[in-house]
Protein backbone atom coordinates (compact mmCIF):
# COMPACT_ATOMS: atom_id res chain seq x y z
CA UNK A 1 0.00 0.00 0.00
CA UNK A 2 1.48 3.20 -1.12
CA UNK A 3 2.05 5.68 2.23
CA UNK A 4 0.52 8.86 1.90
CA UNK A 5 2.31 11.96 3.17
CA UNK A 6 0.16 14.68 2.40
CA UNK A 7 -3.73 15.84 2.92
CA UNK A 8 -3.48 15.77 -1.02
CA UNK A 9 -5.93 13.82 -2.89
CA UNK A 10 -4.18 12.59 -6.48
CA UNK A 11 -6.95 12.21 -8.55
CA UNK A 12 -6.64 9.02 -10.52
CA UNK A 13 -6.71 8.95 -14.13
CA UNK A 14 -10.33 9.31 -15.09
CA UNK A 15 -12.29 9.32 -18.97
CA UNK A 16 -15.15 11.67 -18.01
CA UNK A 17 -13.05 15.22 -18.52
CA UNK A 18 -11.83 14.88 -21.68
CA UNK A 19 -15.14 12.81 -22.59
CA UNK A 20 -17.61 15.95 -21.28
CA UNK A 21 -15.87 18.14 -22.84
CA UNK A 22 -16.14 16.64 -26.77
CA UNK A 23 -20.09 16.10 -25.31
CA UNK A 24 -19.92 19.50 -24.70
CA UNK A 25 -18.99 20.38 -28.30
CA UNK A 26 -21.57 18.41 -29.38
CA UNK A 27 -24.09 20.36 -27.58
CA UNK A 28 -22.87 23.46 -28.61
CA UNK A 29 -22.90 22.06 -32.39
CA UNK A 30 -26.29 20.39 -31.89
CA UNK A 31 -27.74 23.66 -30.47
CA UNK A 32 -26.70 25.32 -33.97
CA UNK A 33 -27.39 22.41 -35.83
CA UNK A 34 -30.84 23.37 -34.45
CA UNK A 35 -31.10 26.54 -35.34
CA UNK A 36 -29.98 26.28 -39.32
CA UNK A 37 -31.76 22.87 -40.02
CA UNK A 38 -34.58 22.27 -37.43
CA UNK A 39 -33.03 18.80 -36.63
CA UNK A 40 -32.75 18.42 -33.15
CA UNK A 41 -30.53 14.81 -33.46
CA UNK A 42 -27.58 15.94 -32.41
CA UNK A 43 -28.67 18.17 -29.47
CA UNK A 44 -30.40 15.10 -28.11
CA UNK A 45 -27.89 12.22 -27.93
CA UNK A 46 -25.42 15.07 -27.15
CA UNK A 47 -27.78 15.97 -23.71
CA UNK A 48 -28.28 12.23 -22.95
CA UNK A 49 -24.39 11.53 -23.48
CA UNK A 50 -23.73 14.23 -21.37
CA UNK A 51 -26.06 13.23 -18.43
CA UNK A 52 -24.53 9.84 -18.40
CA UNK A 53 -21.16 11.22 -18.28
CA UNK A 54 -22.44 13.37 -15.31
CA UNK A 55 -23.44 10.45 -13.10
CA UNK A 56 -20.56 8.11 -14.19
CA UNK A 57 -17.93 11.51 -12.80
CA UNK A 58 -20.35 12.15 -9.84
CA UNK A 59 -20.47 7.94 -9.16
CA UNK A 60 -16.63 8.33 -9.31
CA UNK A 61 -16.37 10.99 -6.64
CA UNK A 62 -18.94 9.61 -3.78
CA UNK A 63 -16.65 6.47 -4.53
CA UNK A 64 -13.77 8.56 -4.05
CA UNK A 65 -15.05 10.57 -0.90
CA UNK A 66 -17.47 8.21 0.95
CA UNK A 67 -16.16 4.63 0.50
CA UNK A 68 -12.30 5.14 0.21
CA UNK A 69 -12.30 8.32 2.34
CA UNK A 70 -9.45 10.73 0.01
CA UNK A 71 -11.52 14.34 0.86
CA UNK A 72 -9.51 15.02 3.83
CA UNK A 73 -10.80 18.62 5.23
CA UNK A 74 -8.04 20.67 2.98
CA UNK A 75 -9.47 18.53 -0.51
CA UNK A 76 -13.02 19.52 0.78
CA UNK A 77 -11.67 23.17 0.99
CA UNK A 78 -10.25 23.17 -2.13
CA UNK A 79 -13.43 21.94 -3.40
CA UNK A 80 -15.64 24.35 -1.92
CA UNK A 81 -13.27 27.14 -3.05
CA UNK A 82 -13.15 25.61 -6.64
CA UNK A 83 -17.23 25.83 -6.56
CA UNK A 84 -17.22 29.39 -5.47
CA UNK A 85 -14.44 30.31 -8.41
CA UNK A 86 -17.34 28.32 -10.96
CA UNK A 87 -19.82 30.10 -8.91
CA UNK A 88 -17.78 33.82 -9.94
CA UNK A 89 -17.22 32.87 -13.45
CA UNK A 90 -21.12 31.67 -13.83
CA UNK A 91 -22.28 35.49 -12.30
CA UNK A 92 -19.51 36.27 -15.01
CA UNK A 93 -21.44 34.83 -18.02
CA UNK A 94 -24.84 35.85 -17.28
CA UNK A 95 -23.26 39.62 -16.39
CA UNK A 96 -22.50 39.36 -20.21
CA UNK A 97 -26.26 38.56 -21.13
CA UNK A 98 -27.56 41.08 -18.71
CA UNK A 99 -24.88 44.17 -20.48
CA UNK A 100 -26.05 43.32 -23.49
CA UNK A 101 -30.10 43.68 -22.72
CA UNK A 102 -29.31 46.98 -20.91
CA UNK A 103 -26.92 48.40 -23.75
CA UNK A 104 -29.53 47.54 -26.66
CA UNK A 105 -32.76 48.62 -24.12
CA UNK A 106 -30.97 51.88 -22.81
CA UNK A 107 -30.15 52.58 -26.46
CA UNK A 108 -32.72 51.28 -28.96
CA UNK A 109 -31.74 51.70 -32.39
CA UNK A 110 -33.46 52.60 -35.40
CA UNK A 111 -34.47 49.47 -37.00
CA UNK A 112 -36.41 48.45 -33.41
CA UNK A 113 -38.54 51.62 -33.97
CA UNK A 114 -36.32 53.75 -31.49
CA UNK A 115 -38.32 51.86 -28.44
CA UNK A 116 -38.13 49.15 -26.02
CA UNK A 117 -39.23 46.76 -26.04
CA UNK A 118 -39.90 47.18 -29.98
CA UNK A 119 -43.20 47.91 -31.11
CA UNK A 120 -45.10 45.10 -31.93
CA UNK A 121 -43.98 42.91 -29.50
CA UNK A 122 -46.43 41.30 -27.59
CA UNK A 123 -44.56 40.61 -24.39
CA UNK A 124 -45.24 38.21 -21.46
CA UNK A 125 -47.91 39.21 -18.31
CA UNK A 126 -45.29 39.44 -15.88
CA UNK A 127 -48.28 38.97 -13.27
CA UNK A 128 -48.88 35.52 -14.55
CA UNK A 129 -46.80 32.72 -15.35
CA UNK A 130 -43.51 34.61 -14.43
CA UNK A 131 -44.93 35.61 -11.13
CA UNK A 132 -45.68 31.77 -10.34
CA UNK A 133 -42.18 30.85 -11.63
CA UNK A 134 -40.82 33.84 -9.30
CA UNK A 135 -42.60 31.84 -6.15
CA UNK A 136 -41.54 28.57 -7.03
CA UNK A 137 -38.03 29.70 -7.09
CA UNK A 138 -38.69 31.46 -4.08
CA UNK A 139 -40.10 28.57 -2.07
CA UNK A 140 -37.76 26.33 -3.39
CA UNK A 141 -34.94 28.51 -1.83
CA UNK A 142 -36.41 27.97 1.78
CA UNK A 143 -37.54 24.52 0.93
CA UNK A 144 -33.20 23.57 0.41
CA UNK A 145 -32.77 25.78 3.13
CA UNK A 146 -34.50 23.61 5.64
CA UNK A 147 -33.63 20.83 4.07
CA UNK A 148 -29.61 21.80 5.23
CA UNK A 149 -30.99 23.24 8.57
CA UNK A 150 -32.93 19.42 9.42
CA UNK A 151 -29.45 17.66 8.31
CA UNK A 152 -27.43 19.85 10.87
CA UNK A 153 -29.65 19.20 13.52
CA UNK A 154 -29.79 15.75 13.01
CA UNK A 155 -33.42 16.01 12.25
CA UNK A 156 -35.62 13.81 9.95
CA UNK A 157 -37.25 16.05 7.37
CA UNK A 158 -33.93 16.30 5.27
CA UNK A 159 -35.57 14.18 2.87
CA UNK A 160 -39.03 15.59 2.71
CA UNK A 161 -37.51 18.84 2.03
CA UNK A 162 -35.46 17.74 -0.29
CA UNK A 163 -37.74 15.97 -2.55
CA UNK A 164 -40.22 19.14 -2.18
CA UNK A 165 -37.15 21.60 -3.65
CA UNK A 166 -37.38 18.88 -6.27
CA UNK A 167 -40.63 18.95 -7.30
CA UNK A 168 -40.22 22.69 -7.58
CA UNK A 169 -37.22 22.85 -9.78
CA UNK A 170 -39.50 20.37 -11.90
CA UNK A 171 -42.31 22.35 -12.26
CA UNK A 172 -40.33 25.35 -12.81
CA UNK A 173 -39.16 23.76 -15.87
CA UNK A 174 -42.60 22.76 -16.83
CA UNK A 175 -43.88 26.17 -16.56
CA UNK A 176 -40.87 27.50 -18.77
CA UNK A 177 -41.88 24.92 -21.21
CA UNK A 178 -45.40 26.28 -21.47
CA UNK A 179 -44.22 29.67 -21.22
CA UNK A 180 -42.18 29.36 -24.32
CA UNK A 181 -44.63 27.47 -26.21
CA UNK A 182 -47.25 30.15 -26.00
CA UNK A 183 -44.79 32.79 -26.59
CA UNK A 184 -46.34 35.32 -29.68
CA UNK A 185 -42.29 36.12 -30.92
CA UNK A 186 -39.43 34.20 -31.51
CA UNK A 187 -35.50 34.38 -30.73
CA UNK A 188 -35.53 35.96 -34.23
CA UNK A 189 -37.65 38.90 -33.81
CA UNK A 190 -34.82 41.24 -33.35
CA UNK A 191 -32.78 41.82 -30.65
CA UNK A 192 -35.30 41.55 -28.08
CA UNK A 193 -36.03 38.15 -28.84
CA UNK A 194 -32.71 37.02 -29.14
CA UNK A 195 -31.44 38.16 -25.65
CA UNK A 196 -34.85 37.14 -23.59
CA UNK A 197 -34.41 34.12 -24.99
CA UNK A 198 -30.51 33.09 -24.64
CA UNK A 199 -30.94 34.52 -21.34
CA UNK A 200 -34.14 32.57 -19.81
CA UNK A 201 -32.66 29.59 -21.95
CA UNK A 202 -29.50 29.52 -20.08
CA UNK A 203 -30.89 30.14 -16.84
CA UNK A 204 -33.51 26.76 -17.58
CA UNK A 205 -30.47 24.33 -18.34
CA UNK A 206 -28.77 25.60 -14.84
CA UNK A 207 -32.27 25.07 -13.19
CA UNK A 208 -32.09 21.62 -14.76
CA UNK A 209 -28.65 20.81 -13.93
CA UNK A 210 -29.13 22.66 -10.46
CA UNK A 211 -32.33 19.79 -10.07
CA UNK A 212 -30.19 16.89 -11.43
CA UNK A 213 -28.11 17.96 -8.53
CA UNK A 214 -30.58 17.74 -5.84
CA UNK A 215 -31.67 14.37 -7.77
CA UNK A 216 -28.43 12.76 -6.77
CA UNK A 217 -28.15 14.28 -3.47
CA UNK A 218 -31.37 12.93 -2.51
CA UNK A 219 -30.11 9.31 -3.37
CA UNK A 220 -27.01 9.89 -1.33
CA UNK A 221 -29.32 11.00 1.53
CA UNK A 222 -31.51 7.89 0.82
CA UNK A 223 -27.89 5.75 1.15
CA UNK A 224 -26.85 7.61 4.11
CA UNK A 225 -23.46 9.55 2.42
CA UNK A 226 -24.40 12.61 4.60
CA UNK A 227 -24.18 13.14 8.23
CA UNK A 228 -24.87 16.92 10.16
CA UNK A 229 -20.79 17.43 9.87
CA UNK A 230 -19.94 16.00 6.37
CA UNK A 231 -22.14 16.76 3.47
CA UNK A 232 -19.74 18.53 1.46
CA UNK A 233 -21.90 17.47 -2.14
CA UNK A 234 -25.35 18.92 -0.36
CA UNK A 235 -24.02 22.23 0.43
CA UNK A 236 -22.11 23.05 -2.61
CA UNK A 237 -25.87 21.87 -4.64
CA UNK A 238 -27.29 24.46 -1.77
CA UNK A 239 -25.09 27.12 -3.25
CA UNK A 240 -25.85 26.57 -6.47
CA UNK A 241 -29.27 26.31 -6.03
CA UNK A 242 -29.35 29.94 -4.10
CA UNK A 243 -26.93 31.12 -6.97
CA UNK A 244 -29.93 29.74 -9.31
CA UNK A 245 -32.54 31.82 -7.53
CA UNK A 246 -30.71 34.82 -7.22
CA UNK A 247 -29.90 34.94 -10.95
CA UNK A 248 -33.87 34.39 -11.46
CA UNK A 249 -34.88 37.28 -9.46
CA UNK A 250 -32.67 39.90 -11.57
CA UNK A 251 -33.96 38.07 -14.59
CA UNK A 252 -37.80 39.03 -14.04
CA UNK A 253 -37.35 42.17 -12.71
CA UNK A 254 -35.31 43.19 -16.28
CA UNK A 255 -37.29 41.25 -18.65
CA UNK A 256 -40.52 40.52 -17.47
CA UNK A 257 -41.17 43.61 -14.89
CA UNK A 258 -39.65 46.60 -16.45
CA UNK A 259 -40.48 46.34 -20.08
CA UNK A 260 -44.18 45.99 -19.32
CA UNK A 261 -44.53 49.12 -17.11
Given at each position: ?????????????S?????????????????IN????????????????LM???????????R?????G???K??????K???????FS???F?????W??????L???M????????????L?NPM?V???????L??????????H??????????M????MT???????????????W????????????S???A???????????????MI????R?????F??N??T????????W?????????????Y??WP??
Amino acid sequence: MEKRMHPYHLVDKSPWPIMSAITALGLASGLINMFSTKSKMLLMISMLTLMMMMYQWWRDVTRESTYQGKHTKKVMNGIKFGMLLFIFSEIMFFLSFFWTYFHSSLSPTMEIGLSWPPTSMNLFNPMEVPLLNTLILVSSGVTITWAHHSLMMKKNNTMKALMMTIILGISFTLLQYMEYWMATFTMSDSVFGSIFFATTGMHGMHVIIGTLFMIICYMRMYKNHFTNNHHTGMELMIWYWHFVDIVWLFLYMSYYWWPSM
